[in-house]
Nanobody, 123 residues
Framework: VQLVESGGGLVQAGDSLRLSCAGS????????MAWFRQAPRKEREFVARIHWSGDTTYYADFVKGRFTISRDKAKNTVYLQMNSLKPEDTAVYYC?????????????????WGQGTQVTVSS
């Protein structure tokens, strides 16, 4: 399994970014894919999650109304649309893959990870 994130960058507060996570190597039908982020000296934290075979999504409270997770099955890609970005959103964003339907928010439950993409929001 390979997960490759892209789309990060340096933006100003209030701007938008769309992150992509392209998966390959196996079928993802029984998996959920999530976005996490990790700021310097902080633990990796849950951002959003979507199951590959369903439309159910879960979000951390601090991104509700600003971020949207979606997936394109034909492209084996999950997206994170981030609007109204704030300086506190600055972090490395990772996509992770976990088997099953349980909406895990603990990064230690996830089986596969991408290399991460840096998002920096200036004030």
């Amino acid at each position: 399994v390979q997960l490759v994130e892209s789309g990060g960058g340096l933006v100003q507060a209030g701007d938008s970014l769309r992150l992509s996570c392209a998966g390959s190597g196996q079928s993802f039908n029984n998996y959920a894919m999530a976005w996490f982020r990790q700021a310097p000296r902080k633990e990796r934290e849950f951002v959003a999650r979507i199951h590959w075979s369903g439309d159910t999504t879960y979000y951390a409270d601090f991104v509700k109304g600003r971020f949207t997770i979606s997936r394109d099955k034909a492209k084996n890609t999950v997206y994170l649309q981030m609007n109204s970005l704030k300086p506190e959103d600055t972090a490395v964003y990772y996509c992770g893959l976990v088997l099953g339907w349980t909406p895990y928010t603990d990064y230690r439950k996830y089986d596969y990870w991408g290399q991460g993409t840096q998002v920096t929001v200036s004030s």
